[in-house]
Nanobody, 127 residues
Framework: QLQLVESGGGLVQPGGSLRLSCAMS????????IGWFRQAPGKEREGVSC????????KYADSVKGRFTISRDNGKNTVYLQMNSLSPEDTGVYYC????????????????????WGQGTQVTVSS
């Protein structure tokens, strides 16, 4: 059974950085595109970033472009989300999700496409 486990969340001051990790277990990461999503209190879940199977294609929400970087290490079965210049608007629960993908250079930021989800990790940006 494929499982995703997020880690790396926490409390950080505005302008600070965090690196989230998404570890996949039981199956190899090689055939899955990975998306990061977040949900703030009272708001809908939104796509933050995604990365294709081979890592050659990435996508970012406009609100995080230039601040967040997604990457993957298939050897460690882990995907990362480096978040810099954090602001209170980045506060929320961050989820990673996996979609088995035949195409190597595509990923999607639509939650409905993803079949597997982690439990989420809380990110709070506050002074």
């Amino acid at each position: 059974q494929l499982q995703l486990v997020e880690s790396g969340g926490g409390l950080v001051q505005p302008g600070g950085s965090l690196r989230l990790s998404c570890a996949m277990s039981s199956v190899t990461l090689d055939y899955y595109a990975i998306g990061w999503f977040r949900q703030a209190p009272g708001k809908e879940r939104e796509g933050v970033s995604c990365i294709s199977v081979g890592g050659g294609y990435t996508k970012y929400a406009d609100s995080v472009k230039g601040r967040f970087t997604i990457s993957r290490d298939n050897g460690k079965n882990t995907v990362y989300l480096q978040m810099n210049s954090l602001s209170p608007e980045d506060t929320g629960v961050y989820y990673c999700a996996a979609e088995r993908m035949e195409l190597a250079y595509v990923c999607y930021d639509k939650a409905r496409r993803y079949d597997y989800w982690g439990q989420g990790t809380q990110v709070t940006v506050s002074s």
